[in-house]
């Protein structure tokens, strides 16, 4: 057997799957269809072959690759420009509760159980289905839920609370190390975040720091490498 060929051949595999999901977007993995499902089973079952099969030449896997994921993008492409063959090509979202009453014959026609609705339910925090005003099954598998007016969250908002604005959360030390680029880019320096380190622990260092982030209420929050926690719930 020729290991340094199932050597190369295993890395291109690799390479090619780490390079698909950047042609093809970001969505096919957060937001994962059934025409994404079907490439990706069949991306990987070729991936496979193309990294130990040498009974099949490396290039034909590599061109059917090439197919198959220039065959996504198209199909990807034409949803995105066609409402009428994106149901056809990504599926549609199916009501499941609407209006508080559970369809039953929705559920029939996609197969989807009460057992499955009440996970999905509990997935969000809901025990009694009779809080639920809208209940969606999406593309994706997700169950999207809007619940009835008494028992949704009350915002500050509803409250008549002084709003204040926010800000991304900008990470300023991980794993320890400087995160120089993004000092630069909110205009911060090291001499600054020492300084405001001393201010909220006397003695420490930045080498002391693990994790320092900047969050959403420009407040600084550091976590250090020695937590002073005498017996850790959990210890790995």
Excluded: C, H
Aim: proline fraction near 2%.
């Amino acid at each position: 057997m020729n290991y340094a060929e199932i050597l190369m051949r295993t890395i291109l595999s690799v390479g090619l799957l780490l390079l698909i999901p950047r042609i093809l977007g970001k969505q096919t993995l957060s937001n994962m269809t059934s025409n994404d499902f079907v490439i990706s089973i069949t991306l990987g079952s070729l991936a496979a072959n193309l990294a130990f099969n040498v009974s099949l030449k490396s290039t034909y896997l590599v061109l059917s690759i090439v197919v198959i994921t220039a065959t996504s993008f198209l199909l990807s492409f034409i949803a995105l420009k066609s409402r009428r063959l994106r149901s056809w090509i990504s599926g549609s979202p199916t009501v499941l509760i609407e209006e508080g009453k559970i369809m039953e014959a929705n559920m029939r026609k996609i197969r989807y159980t009460m057992d499955s609705l009440d996970q999905a339910l509990r997935k969000k925090d809901i025990f009694n289905i009779e809080e639920v005003d809208y209940a969606v099954l999406e593309d994706n598998g997700q169950v999207s839920v809007l619940k009835k007016e008494a028992y949704q969250f009350v915002t500050k908002q509803d409250l008549g609370l002084a709003l204040k604005p926010q800000a991304f959360p900008v990470e300023l030390i991980m794993d320890g190390k400087l995160v120089e680029d993004n000092l630069k880019q909110n205009g911060l320096t090291r001499e600054w975040l020492e300084k405001e380190l001393d201010k909220k622990q006397k003695g420490k260092t930045l080498a002391d720091v693990f994790y320092a982030v900047k969050g959403t209420q420009q407040q600084l929050v550091f976590d250090f490498y020695e937590d002073g926690l005498q017996q850790p719930l959990d210890r790995e």
